[in-house]
């Protein structure tokens, strides 16, 4: 079927009876890029409307800091010659400043190009395709080096801003530094003064001190030789306090131990030791059991022979006037010596005082503990002894 010049006309005439048609027939005829080029033309000419506006904004920012450039420019002239540094970030603010009106000349620049460019657009409405791609493009990378010139000035005015505060600032610690340096130098002359007296009491003072130490140390050689008079004394007091206690157990032997012995007797190494002790023991053990010293010898109470199996006992001594724990081992240890050569012997261990250390290791080793007339361990010593006559 063919199209014809009448068919054509009823076609005009019922478009527009219909105008609704026309969109209809206009999506069917025409592709979908180029029924979009309007529109696409509609927001390219807006965006330029807003680029423009941007444009004023920042001229008139621009004018803005220009201004303040001025009035910046004249405070520098009153600056001192101590500002120095200062006045060189301020050249810098300068270049940088220039650098940025350079930056705003390319941007007009490239307005031009992109007026000229919408023009040859017009022109050139089959290649709108191509070109709109570039050109969104290069829009959207000119408004961000819009907004990022946006953000250097806002952040050239708040250093602008800060920069007059540590000016401000600088002038207050500048005259503040000046009375301080003032105060500083009269403190140093006063110290100056107070120096010099410091020096002479010094000098008297090394003077008194020299004394004092010559005089010191006749006073420590003295109490040197004191303490060691007062050692020997209390050495010697100590040993008598030992030994006028051995010669009161010696003497009073009975008094001590009659509640376990009767008809005590001390006996003397002497009468036993060629029978009993140097047979036996070797020549240490003898040379150890000579140091003993009390060797008592009695009759077991009745009450205690069932208990341990014998009715002589032997009692071996160690005297001191406070019992520690070395006292007990020392009276085992003899103890020990003397009934390897057969006798019944229960160790002793005598004194004004006992240590707790002395208390339990006596406890622990089955020895009898004598302390101001007060017997301790007695029940533990006589199993210690009749378990070892039963071994």
């Known amino acids: 079927m063919t199209f014809e010049v009448k068919d054509y006309h009823d076609l005009v005439r019922l478009l527009h009876e219909h105008p609704e048609w026309r ?13 979009e080029l309007p529109q696409a033309l509609r927001d390219l000419i807006e965006a330029q409307r807003e680029l423009t506006e941007i ?23 009153h600056l001192d010659e101590r500002q120095a540094a200062v006045e060189e970030r301020f050249i810098r603010i300068e270049e940088r400043q220039a650098a940025l009106e350079e930056r705003q000349i390319a941007l007009e620049e490239r307005q031009a190009a992109l007026e ?33 010139l946006e953000e250097r000035m806002a952040a050239l005015e ?11 600032r600088l002038e ?17 002359i006063r110290l100056e003064q107070r120096q010099v007296e410091v020096e002479e009491r010094l000098t008297r003072l090394e003077h008194i001190v020299a004394e004092l130490v010559a005089v010191q140390k006749r006073h420590e050689e003295q109490l040197y030789r004191l303490n060691q008079r007062v050692n020997e004394m209390t050495d010697d007091i100590g040993e008598l306090r030992g030994d006028m206690l051995e010669i009161r157990y010696r003497q009073r032997a009975f008094s001590y131990f009659g509640k376990i012995v009767s008809r005590a007797q ?48 032997w009692l071996a001594i160690e ?73």
């Open 158 to 168: 708040e250093r602008q801003a800060a920069l007059e505060e540590r000016f401000i």
């Open 116 to 148: 000229e460019r919408f023009i040859r657009l017009e022109e050139r409405q089959a290649a709108l395709e191509e070109r709109q791609i570039a050109l969104e493009e290069r829009q959207a990378a000119l408004e961000e080096r819009q907004v990022a």
């Open 172 to 188: 207050e610690r500048q005259a503040a530094l000046e009375e301080r340096m003032a105060e500083v130098e009269e403190r140093l």
């Open 23 to 35: 969109e209809e027939l206009r999506h069917l005829l025409l592709s979908p890029e180029v029924l």
């Open 55 to 77: 444009q004023k904004r920042s001229e008139q920012r621009i004018i803005q800091i220009d201004e303040r450039l001025a009035a910046l420019e004249e405070r520098f002239i």
């Open 319 to 391: 005297v001191s006037g406070t019992v520690d724990r070395n006292d007990v081992k020392r009276a085992r240890r003899r103890a020990d010596l003397l009934e390897k050569a057969g006798l019944p012997v229960l160790p002793v261990a005598a004194g004004r005082t006992v240590t707790e250390g002395a208390v339990d290791v006596a406890r622990d080793n089955g020895v009898l503990l004598q302390m101001n007339g007060v017997l301790l361990h007695l029940e533990e010593a006589l199993k210690w002894l009749s378990g070892s006559r039963q071994n």
């Open 266 to 313: 001390v006996v003397d190494l002497q009468e036993i030791w060629s029978d009993k002790i140097e047979p036996v023991l070797t020549e240490d053990e003898r040379d150890e059991l000579l140091s003993l010293d009390l060797l008592v010898r009695g009759q077991l109470k009745r009450s205690l022979e069932e208990q341990t199996g014998k009715s002589e006992l």
